[in-house]
């Protein structure tokens, strides 16, 4: 079991900047470091959809189109933690955003299909102004 808790979202005006955290359990850690983390998002009426990913070891990460020179992910698997950095926001990033776990172990590539992944989080709103 990897347990997830996503954190750092709110209301910002557009183009400003959030930073999110996606932390596993310290009783997980050792799991959580072995995994490919994806920050997906979902707005009301539409589909989930991966946002960003990044592998165990920060060796390959994948951007969705729409946000690629805006948003960077990270990882501290010191701290059990995958970060989303995400600037210049614009209204249409308005979402819950998730974070989750792959469910391979020490994958070399980021995982983009939705069913792929397990262990999610709760969810944080991200909410854009115009």
């Known amino acids: ?21 996606c932390a596993a359990s310290p009783a997980s850690g050792r799991i959580f470091r072995s995994k490919t983390v994806g920050w997906f998002r979902q707005a009301p009426g539409k589909e989930r959809d991966l946002v960003a990913g990044i592998t165990w070891n920060g060796g390959d990460t994948y951007y ?24 210049s ?17 020490y994958s070399d ?13 709760r969810g944080t709103q991200v909410t854009v102004s115009s």
């Open 64 to 87: 969705t189109d729409s946000v690629k020179g805006r948003f960077t992910i990270s990882r501290d698997n010191a701290q059990n933690t995958v970060y989303l950095q995400m600037n």
């Open 89 to 105: 926001l614009k209204p249409e990033d308005t979402a819950v955003y998730y974070c989750a776990a792959d469910l391979k172990y």
């Open 1 to 21: 079991q990897v347990q997830l808790v996503e954190s750092g979202g709110g209301l910002v005006q557009a183009g400003g900047s959030l930073r999110l955290s």
């Open 109 to 121: 590539y980021v995982t983009i299909p939705l069913t792929q992944y397990d262990y999610w989080g």
